[in-house]
């Protein structure tokens, strides 16, 4: 009888053990959570080599790693290195990597990966990276995991160069003069988050890398939305479509603050907003050659109320700006008080009349000795609709002092074709900045002309003080070279800096938790982190969870005791029978 009482026993453990797999099974099976990412500004490419917005360099952060990263406080902190040692005569840097990164395809990523990522990205020149590389004279692999940099002079910011890892079994087919045009349709990287899908003009989707090495985002998917307007965009995420919004308007800002889900913040970025003008000298250039004359772009510059412009185009979302690199970063100059130009009409005008130009004619433009007005295109973008009412107001302003400036709107990509060809005379645009200032500072490089330079200005001095400065390790002395470099661009006048950057953002908070500001007063998005995307979790997932661990604990409980009472009551019940049995 007892083999009898086991079978009994047995099944009731074996419909004990298939309730607690199908409880276990209900607890686990989460649905995949997407979060959204409005955008007005589509990805130029998925091409590293190509790409120049910051848009890119949003996706690549995300599909892609870099040697070093940068923490919440944009410090460098280990990556793919897992540690580095600079030489004594700080000219060889030692990057030992991490032994257990693969790229998404699966292959493992070695010091041959990085060495032909860094040695192409700064042989060509090509994309936002390169700047970031400049003075690495060889690199060398003494074995997978080791990656020796030998540069020419000392390099300040070796650390900060955050340049994608591209896998050489892909890139290394590709032939060298078509780096900048190949396609490459599936981006493979060894990020924390893998190419899914892209549809031009409407998302592009990456989906979460089980295998990353610093752990499995909390997203499952990330899908980057494009919306034609701002105004399209603030629709979507009040109706719960988007869960975050990007690159707000500041009309938008109001209304979505008052949405009882929806959080919205004023980052602070490194970039700015500038009216960029023609200084290109050359037969080529299409631009007005009165623009050469620094002194019509100074008196531009007092001519512009910059506070009345922020207040009103950009209702108070920004900081009146001055030199190239914003206040809130250690290397930014701040111009003194004799060299600061302020909202001055009566200066403006001095100016020009100092420099010989007068309204001989009483149309109210100025013109030059040989009768050519001092009139120029204003190219604007036109869905920018801050953008084309400042320029509205700037070109009413300077007209006091006797400046025209016709308003022309076109697209973005119009005005990019333009710049590079040098067929504009003055526009406003912006730049994203490093947080190493070498990159924004290369913009006004002769040698990025054509590349990254949007208004062809050249200066032999400031060149040589460009390259001077990353090869100074003392930050302070470093320091004083920048601030000379932006003095000269202050003089100068190629640009005018508008405004330092805000970015409105807004996320739908009962959709996802976690949110920070990276960083302390940064934005969640378009910044030099990953911090949100690994970060964030699904809030109804936080929920499900919670509840389903109660549900789980209580059920498995009630069940472990129903199954001691069938045991129980199967012995009692075979113990009797057994008896029964014995005493017949």
């Not at 330079?453 to 200066?459: G, H, K, L």
Request: charged share 25%.
């Amino acid at each position: 009888m007892r083999c009898k009482l086991k079978k009994i026993i047995s099944f009731t453990l074996i419909l004990l053990l298939i309730l607690s797999l199908n409880v276990y099974a209900a607890e686990t099976n989460e649905e995949i959570y997407t979060m959204r990412i409005g955008m007005t500004q589509e990805i130029d490419s998925l091409n590293p080599f190509e790409s120049w917005l910051v848009t890119g360099a949003e996706f690549f952060s995300v599909i892609y790693d870099p040697l070093v990263k940068f923490d919440e406080n944009l410090k460098p902190i280990p990556n793919l290195a897992e540690s580095w040692e600079l030489s004594e005569d700080q000219l060889e840097w030692t990057f030992h990597l991490r032994q257990d990164v693969k790229f998404h395809d699966g292959e493992p990523l070695t010091s041959e990966d990085v060495k032909f990522a860094l040695g192409t990205f700064s042989e060509t020149g090509l994309g936002m990276y390169a700047s970031l590389l400049a003075g690495i004279t060889s690199i060398e692999c003494p074995d997978d995991y080791t990656v020796v940099i030998h540069t020419e002079e000392p390099k300040a910011n070796m650390l900060m160069a955050y340049t994608p890892i591209v896998p050489k079994h892909i890139w290394g087919n590709v032939p060298l003069d078509e780096l900048e045009t190949w396609p490459d349709e599936n981006p493979v990287g060894s990020g924390p988050f893998k190419f899914a899908e892209y549809k031009q003009g409407e998302f592009l989707k990456i989906e979460a890398n089980d295998d990353y090495f610093g752990g499995r985002p909390h997203i499952d998917e990330v899908v980057y939305v494009f919306f034609a307007s701002k105004d399209t965009m603030a629709q979507a995420i009040k109706l719960g479509e988007i869960d975050v919004a990007t690159n707000l308007s500041p009309t938008q800002k109001q209304s979505l603050e008052a949405e009882e889900n929806i959080q919205v913040i004023s980052g602070v970025v490194k970039g700015y907003t500038e009216i960029g003008f023609n200084c290109w000298d050359d037969p080529a250039s299409k631009g007005n050659k009165l623009l050469l004359d620094k002194s019509i772009r100074q008196a531009i510059e007092w001519a512009i109320d910059k506070q009345q412009i922020i207040d009103v185009a950009y209702s108070g979302e920004g900081v009146f700006g001055t030199t190239v690199i914003d206040p809130g970063d250690y290397f930014h100059y701040e111009p003194s008080a004799e060299e600061l130009r302020t909202y001055d009409i009566e200066k403006a005008k001095e100016i020009l009349t100092a420099a010989g130009y007068e309204d001989t004619d009483g149309d109210g433009i100025r013109e030059d000795s040989q009768g050519n007005r001092l009139s120029f295109t204003f190219s604007l973008i036109a869905d920018n609709t801050e953008e084309v009412k400042a320029g509205q107001m700037i070109a009413g302003m300077v007209k006091d002092a006797g400046i025209e400036l016709v308003v022309e709107t076109v697209d973005e990509s119009m005005l990019l074709d333009k710049t590079v060809a040098g067929e504009h005379d003055l526009f406003i645009w912006g730049w994203g900045a490093d947080v190493d200032p070498t990159t924004i500072l290369a913009v006004m490089s002769t040698k990025e002309i054509g590349n990254m330079s949007d208004c062809f200005y050249s200066n032999p001095v400031y060149d040589l003080l460009l390259d001077e400065q990353q090869a100074i390790m003392d930050e302070e002395s470093r320091r004083d070279v920048v601030w000379e470099m932006q003095r000269i661009l202050y003089e100068d006048v190629p640009y005018i800096i508008l405004t330092y950057e805000v970015s409105l953002q807004a996320v739908r908070t009962d959709r996802c938790t976690g949110w920070k500001q990276v960083p302390e007063g940064g934005p969640y998005f378009l910044g030099a982190t990953i911090h949100n995307y690994m970060n964030v979790q699904p809030a109804a997932a936080i929920s499900v969870a919670s509840e389903a661990t109660e549900t789980g604990t209580s059920s498995s409980m009630g069940m472990m005791i129903g199954a001691v009472v069938i045991i129980g009551i199967a012995a009692v019940f075979w113990a009797r029978k057994k008896r029964k049995t014995e005493e017949e």
